[in-house]
């Protein structure tokens, strides 16, 4: 049974997608929206991972994704490094371009 607060999450969750995803994940087939963040270029040669690419999205989505699952974001295939849920429905994914 849903809560009333879990009603009001999920509204609150669709409206920051609607407003903030700027991209696509293809999961298994499936399009999660999600905002997409992906440095400019990888620093000192990718030897250094503070800037790896990261996508938020959906729990619904992404929650089911951990480390080497695959995905896509605009045609780039890419695995998950890192897996974070944060407890109100998002789920933060840190990348590496296959």
């Known amino acids: 049974m849903s809560t009333p607060f879990a009603a009001l999450e ?3 969750n669709g409206a920051v997608l609607g407003r903030l995803a700027n991209a696509i994940a293809v999961v298994e087939g499936v399009d999660v929206p999600v905002i997409f963040d992906k440095p400019y ?3 000192f040669g990718g030897e250094v991972d503070a800037a ?3 996508c938020t999205g959906p729990v619904a989505g992404l929650g089911a994704l ?3 699952s695959a995905l896509t974001i605009d045609g780039i295939a890419y695995v998950v490094e890192t897996a974070e849920q944060d407890g109100l429905g998002f789920v933060r ?4 371009s296959v």
């Open 66 to 68: 951990e480390r080497d």
């Open 41 to 43: 270029a990888a620093p």
């Open 10 to 12: 999920a509204r609150a």
């Open 52 to 54: 790896a690419p990261e």
């Open 93 to 96: 994914l840190v990348l590496r």
